[in-house]
């Protein structure tokens, strides 16, 4: 079985736009879907805009997001991954 971290996943980053990348496109854009089908607007960045290999989600936090928002996107992640 193999473990992982969500923070394995993520870029540093101090600001409020976060990234996670995520192994192909095609994951990619299946679990940015997946978090849109469930209210959250977490956007597909892909090649050419990100080198190939490097396609990711973006997500922009705002003031009024609330704890238990930012807890439940990133509980949908680790179920997605």
Known sequence: ???F???DFFIK???P???AIFESPSKVKEISARLEEKGFDAKPILSPTVPKGQER???CLHSYNTP???QEILFLLSTFV
């Open 57 to 59: 989600i973006r997500f």
């Open 1 to 3: 079985m193999i473990h």
């Open 68 to 70: 238990d928002q930012i």
């Open 17 to 19: 736009i976060q990234s």
């Open 13 to 15: 980053s101090d600001s």
């Open 5 to 7: 971290h969500l923070e």
